[in-house]
C-alpha cells in the first residue's frame, strides 16, 4: 500500500513546494500534472520546499489521460472536492493491496467539470462552512487528507515518537 498526492495543473509554487514537503515527511508519492504555473526552479517552490527536495518522489504527466492510464490497477482514485457528497473521513484507506491516489484541482478552477461528473463516486470533501469562505487552502488540503489516511493506517513507515539530540522534553 503507498498513498500519492496528485496535483492537477497547480498555480501557486509555494502550495506545491508546502506540499512537497508533506510527502517528504510522510512517504507520500507527488504527481503532478502539467501544465504547472510555474518553473520547477522558481525560487519560492524551492523555500517552501527547503532542503527537502532530493526526499520526494515525484512523478510529471504531460496531462491528467496520461496520469489516468499511468495509475496501477490496485489503484484507488479518490477526488478530492468540495462539491463532494461525502466526507474524505468517511472513506477507508486501510486496503493493503490498494495504492491510495488522491487527486487535488487547480487552485482557480478546480478540475474539469466533465470529468468530475464521470467519477462522482471517486469525489471526497473536507467538511467547511461554505458560507464564510469559497475553499481551504491547497496544502493544507492536501495535509488533512494525507493525515487521515495515515492514521487509519496506524502511520505505518513513520516515526510516532523520536529521540532528539537537543530534546525540549527531557
Not at 2 to 27: D, Q, W, Y
Not at 84 to 100: K, P
Request: proline content about 5%.
Amino acid at each position: 500500500m503507498a498513498n500519492h498526492i496528485v496535483l492537477f495543473e497547480p498555480l501557486m509554487p509555494a502550495n506545491t513546494g508546502n506540499i512537497a514537503r508533506t510527502c517528504a515527511g510522510t512517504n507520500t508519492h507527488l504527481h503532478l500534472i502539467e501544465p504547472l504555473g510555474f518553473s520547477t526552479d522558481d525560487k519560492y517552490l524551492k523555500r517552501a520546499g527547503l532542503d527537502y527536495w532530493d526526499k520526494v518522489d515525484i512523478t510529471y504527466h504531460p496531462n491528467l489521460p496520461a496520469f489516468l492510464e499511468s495509475m496501477p490497477e490496485n489503484g484507488r482514485l479518490h477526488i478530492v472536492s468540495k462539491f463532494a457528497n461525502h466526507a474524505y473521513s468517511q472513506e477507508d484507506y486501510t486496503q493493503v493491496d490498494e495504492d491510495h491516489f488522491f487527486l487535488f484541482g487547480k487552485e482557480t478552477t478546480g478540475l474539469p467539470e466533465r470529468f468530475m461528473r464521470q467519477h462522482e463516486d471517486e469525489c471526497i470533501r473536507i467538511p467547511q462552512n461554505d458560507e464564510h469562505v469559497r475553499s481551504l487552502n491547497l496544502s493544507n488540503t492536501a495535509a488533512i487528507v494525507i493525515y487521515e489516511a495515515l492514521r487509519q493506517q496506524n502511520f505505518q513507515g513513520l516515526e510516532t515518537v523520536h529521540a532528539y539530540e537537543q530534546d525540549k522534553l527531557k
